[in-house]
């Protein structure tokens, strides 16, 4: 029990950090869309096709706006909402394994 009590911190922490930088991504997703991006820049490329197919997704459900794309900060708060309840559940049942 002791070996999967730490699997499961690690594996919070892991998840911690993924979540973390996913947001970071959106929000460098979200600040090149303000510009005019070189479509042909590695980074933006990045951006583009790791956030798009989830904004896609997103942006299917919420109304148009008048040109304000409010899909990324609805992404965010979702990605904050799924961290605060699975990381801290992950850590209490690997505390409680401990």
Not at 24 to 35: D, F, K, L, M, T
Not at 78 to 92: E, H, K, N, W
Request: net charge positive; glycine share 6%.
């Amino acid at each position: 029990m002791f070996m999967l009590g730490n699997f499961l911190l690690a594996l919070a922490k892991l998840v911690n950090v993924a979540f973390t930088a996913y947001i970071w991504i959106v929000i460098g997703r979200a600040i090149i869309s303000w510009v005019n991006p070189d479509p042909y820049n590695p980074i933006v490329r990045f951006l583009i096709q790791a956030t798009d197919p989830v904004l896609e997704k997103i942006r299917r459900y919420i109304p148009d706006m008048g040109g304000l794309d409010l899909s990324p900060m609805l992404l965010i708060f979702g990605l904050i909402f799924l961290q605060s309840f699975i990381v801290p559940t992950l850590t209490q049942i690997g505390m409680s394994l401990h």
